[in-house]
């Protein structure tokens, strides 16, 4: 009996903490910033225990756990309440892996001549005169193309791109023509490059 009246209060325990942690999601969302606080003095200790089983540095650590809250923020309206708890964990744990990714992309060195000394860090003089004499010959080519195809290859290079339904309607080119239009359009250039 008494085994079962403690199991009772462990649920009502266990239910009362979710209530109060989705209650202050939804206070939170509404803007109250104490609610907000007190979400994250409940939570920090898991976020932080999520990014030390993964063994990040401290930085990268602080690092993933201010994404994470930052990510909360963003998508708070969208969160179930009841599940903050898991869909904080989910979330640490791909910021914990986006950073670790990072990591290996990175090469990390100690000393600073080590790319000094690699043979062809440097583009040579005669390197940016070759690349700017290209870029003089890509516009050449470029201004042979007929206008139409000048235009359309300008709003595709803008960055960003226009949208198929602007270039259509800027130009008069049905959508479904605007990809076969540009391959044509680069065919011609290479061909006038190769030249």
Same mark, same amino acid.
């Given at each position: 009996?008494?085994?079962?009246?403690s199991a009772?209060?462990?649920?009502d325990?266990?239910?009362?903490?979710?209530?109060?942690?989705?209650?202050?999601?939804?206070? /939170? =969302?509404?803007?109250?910033q104490?609610? #907000?606080?007190? &979400?994250?003095? %409940?939570?920090? $200790?898991?976020?932080?225990?999520?990014?030390?089983?993964?063994?990040?540095?401290?930085?990268? /650590? =602080?690092?993933?756990?201010?994404?994470? #809250?930052?990510r &909360?923020?963003? %998508?708070?309206? $969208?969160?179930?309440p009841?599940?903050?708890?898991?869909w904080?964990?989910?979330?640490?744990?791909?910021?914990?892996?986006?950073v670790?990714?990072?990591?290996?992309?990175?090469?990390?060195?100690?000393?600073?001549?080590?790319?000094?000394?690699?043979?062809?860090?440097?583009p040579?003089?005669?390197?940016?005169?070759?690349?700017?004499?290209?870029?003089?010959?890509?516009?050449?080519?470029?201004?042979?193309?007929?206008?139409?195809?000048?235009?359309?290859?300008?709003?595709?290079?803008?960055?960003?791109?226009?949208?198929?339904?602007?270039?259509?309607?800027?130009?008069?080119?049905?959508?479904?023509?605007?990809?076969?239009?540009?391959?044509?359009?680069?065919?011609?250039?290479?061909?006038?490059?190769?030249?």
């Amino acid at each position: 009996m008494v085994q079962h009246l403690s199991a009772e209060n462990g649920a009502d325990s266990a239910t009362t903490v979710r209530s109060e942690a989705a209650t202050l999601v939804i206070q /939170a =969302a509404s803007g109250d910033q104490g609610s #907000w606080s007190r &979400l994250v003095d %409940h939570y920090a $200790r898991l976020v932080w225990a999520v990014t030390r089983s993964f063994r990040l540095s401290d930085s990268d /650590a =602080a690092d993933v756990s201010q994404m994470v #809250w930052l990510r &909360l923020l963003e %998508h708070i309206h $969208r969160v179930d309440p009841e599940r903050v708890g898991a869909w904080l964990v989910v979330t640490t744990r791909r910021e914990c892996l986006r950073v670790l990714a990072f990591r290996k992309r990175v090469l990390l060195t100690y000393e600073s001549t080590t790319f000094e000394e690699q043979p062809g860090d440097q583009p040579e003089l005669d390197a940016d005169l070759i690349a700017l004499e290209r870029a003089a010959d890509v516009r050449e080519a470029l201004e042979t193309l007929p206008d139409r195809w000048q235009q359309l290859l300008g709003m595709l290079m803008a960055d960003p791109p226009a949208p198929y339904a602007e270039i259509s309607q800027k130009i008069g080119i049905p959508i479904g023509s605007i990809g076969p239009i540009r391959g044509r359009c680069l065919d011609k250039l290479r061909l006038l490059l190769a030249s």
